[in-house]
């Protein structure tokens, strides 16, 4: 089952702070675990919304919408793209994760379709 982690984004990371050379080392060393028992297959963080576009859809019309973005929680500051074998081993991975942000922070995981579950 393939799942996207995502690291959901704070005041700080979307001020533009960057990670500590201890988070970088630390978050280093959980990549490399992952990649090792052979669950990692993307990952990359994202820079603050100020710097993002949106395009909104209405039919045939099309609205470009410049960043920053409200509702900062609501927001995605980095991800992984996973295959684990069912959603548990996704939160133990999760939960042997370092802390993504300095502060309280969330990380979100959602399984991704596969083409067997859009077979009629």
Do not use: H
């Not at 990670?19 to 990549?31: D, H, S, V």
């Not at 942000?101 to 009629?120: A, H, K, N, T, V």
Request: glycine letters at 8%.
């Amino acid at each position: 089952m393939r799942v996207m982690v995502l690291v959901k984004a704070t005041d700080d990371s979307e001020k533009g702070m960057l990670p500590t050379t201890e988070l970088l080392e630390a978050m280093g060393k959980f990549n490399d675990e992952l990649a090792e028992a052979g669950i990692l297959r993307a990952a990359d963080g994202l820079k603050p919304t100020s710097r993002a576009k949106r395009v909104g859809f209405d039919g045939a019309g099309r609205t470009v919408i410049d960043g920053p973005f409200a509702e900062t929680r609501e927001l995605v500051a980095g991800f992984w793209l996973w295959e684990v074998k069912d959603m548990d081993e996704a939160v133990a991975w999760v939960k042997r994760c370092p802390n993504p942000m300095p502060g309280p922070s969330e990380i979100e995981i959602r399984p991704l379709y596969e083409m067997s579950d859009l077979q009629p």
